[in-house]
């Protein structure tokens, strides 16, 4: 049985899993570093974490902070553009979301959690790996236990890893991760006079590049826009974060389009190396939690989703199913594990150009089809499970997979616009030779940002 727990992190998998506990009377505290950066991805929400927030009690807040969000685009320089919009699916998930200002809406989160009672330690916690019946396993350092107010000699009854990135059980115990497909490398920042080219409110607007893809999020009063891409190809476009973001923006036709009075009013972020899932999320006393165990990619903005889901999982299978711990975590770990493939999945879709081709497809079938054919009468079925999928609502489900596996096959009958479709993640000669255009018109024009580019 668990009565107490310790908690590493602040973000929002460890600030909703305190409350969870703390709701069910649970003793708990959080380890929090207290250093919000003051421009942190995350900024999109799915639809999927509308029953969380409103069962934290938040959602009011959050909608006052935020730019409400009615769905997701994903358009091509070729001039093909997929659309979705998300659909009511009963009372329990809206057809909207929020894109949300990712530092404010952590600061929210932890004031509900202290508004509930939870303790939060403001210093890292200090942790010693121990042997523990010939194996390996993590305990509080006194200083922390007393910190916390613990007694020196009795530890919490489970650890949980909520560093996000920092991964930092895995990097004291040595847990492998699993790795996906891609090595990309994110630079973004937040921009005002980024012309939208959204057709719903709120939409947040995908971009595919030569060799990866870029993002346009609404916020109040700016735009979040990110570029996500190969790392070596990244390097390709200048030495420093700024000149990468600004020379993408400058490359390609549809961004330079949008952007073409952009201001850009904040520092530029990094993120690199996040496709991962550990290869083993619990143990004797400890759980990971979070980006802590895994994360699958930003395309779909699935991460503060898993991050509530997984504290949300955590709890349920902790207090509600009367299994011991172990059983516990091992059923909550293979639940995430699930999702986590599930996203895979579905994101793989949007990489190798089926979703482009297919929603080439839909539109052509939409457009020309007779009122008695069958192709027709489907669409809506694949809206809406398209809808369900991307939402989060229904990521999971066979039957959704399965539609849309049948559908891409069914729809795609020529596999060669495939090739037009997909989001590289490299860059082909004729990039690198219009990269070189590039840069030699930038140096004539000197406001423009030195490119260092590979010959
Ligand atoms: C490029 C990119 C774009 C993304 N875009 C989106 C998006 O649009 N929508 C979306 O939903 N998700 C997005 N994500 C993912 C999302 O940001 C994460 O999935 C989410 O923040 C995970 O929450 P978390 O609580 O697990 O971890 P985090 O948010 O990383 O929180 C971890 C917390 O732990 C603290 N911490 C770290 N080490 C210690 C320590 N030793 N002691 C105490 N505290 C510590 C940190 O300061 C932080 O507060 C994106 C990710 C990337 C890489």
């Known amino acids: 049985m668990v009565n107490s727990v310790a908690i590493i992190g602040a973000g929002p998998s460890g600030c909703a899993l305190a409350c969870f506990l703390q709701q069910r009377g649970v003793e708990c505290v959080v380890y929090d570093s207290d250093k919000t950066p003051p421009l942190m991805v995350g900024e999109s929400l799915v639809p999927a974490v509308m029953p969380i927030l409103r069962r934290l009690g938040i959602e009011q807040q959050v909608a006052d902070i935020s730019h409400i969000k009615r769905g997701a685009a994903l358009r091509h320089g070729n001039g093909n553009r997929v659309d979705f919009t998300f659909q009511n699916f009963g009372k329990k998930f809206p057809d909207y979301s929020y894109n949300i200002p990712r530092p404010q809406f952590d600061r929210l989160l932890k004031a509900r959690a202290k508004e509930l009672g939870v303790r939060f330690i403001e210093q890292r916690a200090r942790l010693t790996v121990i042997d523990h019946d010939g ?47 891609r090595n990309d490398v994110a630079h973004f920042a937040h921009y005002q006079n980024f012309k939208s080219d959204a057709k719903l409110e709120g939409q947040v607007v995908l971009t595919a590049l030569n060799c990866g893809w870029s993002w346009q999020i609404p916020l109040k009063g700016v735009t979040s826009v990110g570029v996500v891409m190969n790392s070596d190809a990244a390097k390709q476009y200048g030495r420093s ?33 996040y496709q991962l899932m550990a290869d083993r999320a619990h143990g004797d006393g400890w759980v990971l939690l979070g980006d802590a165990l895994g994360f699958v990619d930003p395309m779909l903005s699935p991460g503060v989703f898993m991050a509530l889901n997984s504290a949300e999982l955590l709890e349920k299978q902790l207090f509600e199913t009367n299994k011991p711990v172990n059983q516990a975590c091992a059923h909550y770990y293979s639940k995430m594990r699930d999702w986590h493939d599930a996203w895979s999945r579905l994101i793989t879709y949007f990489y190798d150009g089926r979703m482009l081709s297919m929603g ?86 000197s406001a423009a940002p030195d490119i260092a580019i590979k010959a």
């Open 360 to 445: 080439q497809m839909r539109d052509h079938i939409r457009d020309q089809s007779s009122i008695l054919s069958i192709s027709r009468y489907a669409e809506p079925l694949v809206s809406r499970v398209l809808s369900q999928l991307v939402s989060g609502v229904g990521t999971c489900s066979d039957f959704n997979q399965a539609v849309l596996h049948h559908t891409t096959e069914h729809l795609i009958k020529d596999k060669t616009c495939l090739h037009y479709n997909q989001i590289s993640s490299a860059l082909s000669p004729q990039d690198q030779h219009s990269l070189l255009s590039l840069q030699a018109s930038s140096r004539m024009h």
């Open 135 to 181: 194996k390996h396993t993590l305990r509080l350092a006194s200083e922390s236990l007393l910190a916390a107010g613990f007694n020196r000699k009795s530890q919490p009854d489970l650890l949980v890893d909520a560093t996000g990135r920092a991964r930092l059980f895995s990097k004291l115990l040595n847990i492998p991760a699993s790795r996906g497909p």
């Open 241 to 273: 974060a700024e000149q990468r973001l600004e020379a993408v923006i400058e490359h390609n036709a549809l961004l330079k389009q949008s952007g073409a009075q952009r201001q850009r009013v904040s520092e530029v972020m990094t993120y690199s190396n």
